[in-house]
């Protein structure tokens, strides 16, 4: 079966313009997270959505968004980048919830200039 | 604040060789994760333990889920070049929401022919 599929792969931004994710779980995965991976934070949590419901945020800023479609697609927005948000954003599906593990995509290796 | 702490940062060592990498926490997790990362691509999920004590393995890999659930090891036997990667563990919040895996910073294995 087809993997988490992230778009794009690669993206380059300018301070301040805002940008959008998308990712495509497994099918059958209705759970869908998102992580920021940088060098020095290692993985943070960003959110979690589950049949088109937000239920878990981490700590970070309003400017991180996300939703999820009645297909269990879900795409996140960064809005008003900022140099810092340089990372590799990393999408991860489950079908039985995240004590089972995950599928991870290859994420989208985003880069703020 | 859950925090996973991840030793050794990182392990340079000869094919052949054994090595152990922990995964440690003041928290309990309801479930530990061990993953393997390459680079420009996401984690790949190696093996989940829920049980305390429990001991799973994974050809030359053995992990381990320590008696209280707070701390986990991995530990290869006759390690080969094909084991290089970024290994990380994640725990699963005990009572927590879905979605939050705790990730550790990670071990960067190097294994030289």
């Known amino acids: 079966k087809a993997g988490v599929t992230q778009t794009p792969r690669y993206l380059i931004k300018t301070r301040g313009q805002q940008v959008t994710l998308s990712c495509s779980p497994i099918?059958?995965?209705?759970?869908v997270s998102w992580y920021q991976q940088t060098p020095g934070q290692g993985l943070q949590f960003l959110f979690e959505?589950?049949?088109?419901?937000?239920?878990n945020k981490g700590n970070f800023p309003g400017r991180f968004s996300g939703r999820q479609f009645s297909n269990s697609r879900s795409e996140m927005n960064v809005s008003t980048l900022e140099l810092g948000d340089s990372a590799l954003y990393l999408c991860?599906?489950?079908?039985?919830?995240?004590?089972?593990?995950?599928?991870f995509g290859s994420g989208t290796r985003l880069t703020v200039v | 604040t859950q925090l996973l702490e991840q030793s050794p940062q990182f392990l340079s060592i000869q094919e052949g060789e054994n090595l152990t990498v922990y995964c440690n926490s003041s928290?309990?997790?309801?479930?530990l994760q061990w993953y393997r990362q390459e680079p420009g691509e996401g984690p790949v999920l190696l093996v989940t333990?829920?049980?305390?004590?429990e001991v799973k393995k994974l050809k030359r890999l053995t992990f381990q889920f320590g008696d209280a659930r707070k701390d986990s090891s991995l530990h290869i036997t006759a390690a080969q070049p094909g084991d290089t990667g970024l290994y990380l563990c994640?725990?699963?919040?005990?009572?927590?929401?879905?979605?939050?895996?705790?990730f550790g910073k990670g071990t960067k294995l190097s294994v030289k022919p």
């Open positions: 959505y589950f049949s088109e419901t937000q239920r």
């Open positions: 994640a725990g699963a919040p005990r009572g927590g929401s879905q979605g939050n895996l705790i």
């Open positions: 333990v829920v049980t305390g004590g």
């Open positions: 928290s309990v997790f309801s479930s």
């Open positions: 099918s059958g995965h209705r759970s």
């Open positions: 991860a599906s489950t079908q039985t919830g995240s004590d089972y593990g995950y599928t």
